[in-house]
């Protein structure tokens, strides 16, 4: 199938097959709002409910001290609750 043909959602779900990407990588490599990308991301999940994969979730991390158990594993916490730093990484996203 030609890839202008693909739909958006159906390219990202290619792409998080090949290897892990941050919602920001997404959104920079598909030329979308990183909201957006996540909309995409959480559609692709839900579309991966009847198959034999299923989308895994690097939770955010704060950089500062290590602090990863932040109740929304998708979107990026605007703080640490820990530390307060505001270093925090972005969750990442693979379909396996």
């Not at 997404?26 to 995409?40: P, Q, Y």
């Not at 994969?53 to 602090?67: A, H, I, R």
Request: proline share 6%.
């Amino acid at each position: 199938m030609r890839e202008a043909s693909r739909t958006t959602r159906e390219r990202i779900a290619d792409r998080l097959r090949e290897t892990p990407m941050e919602a920001g990588a997404l959104a920079n490599e598909f030329d979308i709002r990183t909201s957006v990308a996540l909309d995409h991301v959480d559609h692709v999940a839900q579309s991966l409910e009847s198959a034999d994969e299923q989308l895994l979730v690097s939770p955010p991390t704060c950089q500062d001290c290590g602090f990863e158990e932040f109740d929304d594993l998708i979107n990026r916490p605007s703080r640490c609750p820990e530390c307060k730093s505001e270093s925090i990484s972005e969750p990442a996203f693979t379909i396996e």
